[in-house]
């Protein structure tokens, strides 16, 4: 597997073009459009006359998701004043006919293309250098309004005081709170501790960060949200550097968050408006060992570069514990029920986490 660093040493030699002619959030791949001739030039006139008079910008990253970006775009159309809205969608390299999509169905949309899978956070960057917006908006592809919430975001952003990133009660495709959505910030322990057992058993700890917002019905200062719905300012977007491009996928929502707090603003779960988000709409037909990996790098890249090289190790040795405990459980219930714990996604997962732990390529990245 390629690790977010050797990643980032590839993306930022590649050369860079900024259209906008204004400063770069960070090194990144050219901007393309693959269409071209009279319908490209129409939609690029259509994104250019909204983007004059629009007050939000929303950025949507396409990654093999362009049924769900069509979902996510008709649930804005039912919903929201798109004449009112600057939309940008980023295919990071998918190449998944997004982009003739957009152009058939969705005309007034902006597509930038990257040439090569950049990563997340790097391809929202891409969009949000062409963001014209006062406010933006950064949207997962499987995300689906279920009421108009736009308004609402920015009334709640001009009302509420050092507004910084705010996000709506996100719910699952069954209707159910998905609980992700309102985190504490990462430490080692409550990543270690983590898992629906124990937070539903202890729902007012502090370590999940999650009990005050999801049974308050005003908005309620958090330190983290989810990276699927962010409602920020352009400017805070900007200033305090965007998505960190050290991370490829996973954990920068996190990273943001942490930065928009640290320049002295604060986070908000709204509650009384309502996203749908699907979830691993992206993701859900990749190899579930990839995602665990990623997600686990991702997170130590966070305390590495958040806080250092004893939290980092701290992050690693608290996964490895962890893990060793839930293989256990597991394998204990396997031996129950009389089943294989091969066949349990959870053994696997934690199986893969163990080994990742005593991997000794991320100390060697820690030593570079």
Known sequence: MISAFSAVKKISALQVQNPS?????????????????????????????????CSVSIVIVNWNSKDYVAACL????????????QIIVVDGASYDGCDAMLAAQ???VRFIQSPENVGFG?????GVEQATSRYLLLLNPDTEFRAPTIDKMVAWH???????????????????????S??????????????????????????????PAYYRNAPTSVEAVSGAFMFLKTETFRSVGGFNPAYFMY?????????????????????????????GGSSSKQVSTFATL?????NRLYFLINHGKLAAASYVIGQSASAIVRCISCSIKSIVTGSSPRRNPTYSKWICTLKWTISEKHYDEDKR
């Not at 409550?190 to 009990?211: C, D, H, I, M, V």
Request: proline share 7%; charged share 20%.
């Open 74 to 85: 008709r649930s804005l159309e039912k919903y929201e004043n798109i004449n009112q809205l």
């Open 251 to 279: 954990a920068e929502d996190m990273d943001l968050c942490l930065q928009v707090r640290r320049a002295g603003l604060l986070n908000y779960h709204i509650p009384d408006t309502e996203v749908t988000h699907h979830g």
């Open 21 to 53: 002619n204004s400063p770069t959030l960070d090194n990144r791949s050219p901007i393309t459009d693959p269409r071209s001739g009279e319908a490209s030039d129409q939609q690029s006139a259509i994104s250019n006359q909204q983007s004059e008079h």
């Open 182 to 211: 309102v985190q504490a910030a990462p430490t080692p322990l409550n990543q270690a501790l983590g898992s629906e057992f124990l937070q539903k058993r202890f729902p007012k700890s502090k370590l999940w960060g999650t009990y």
């Open 158 to 180: 001009q009302k509420l005081p050092q507004a910084g990133i705010l996000c709506p009660r996100l719910l699952l495709t069954d209707g159910s709170l998905q609980y992700s």
């Open 122 to 126: 790097r391809c929202n960057n891409l």
């Open 106 to 108: 969705f005309p007034y």
């Open 294 to 298: 990623k997600m686990k790098e991702a």
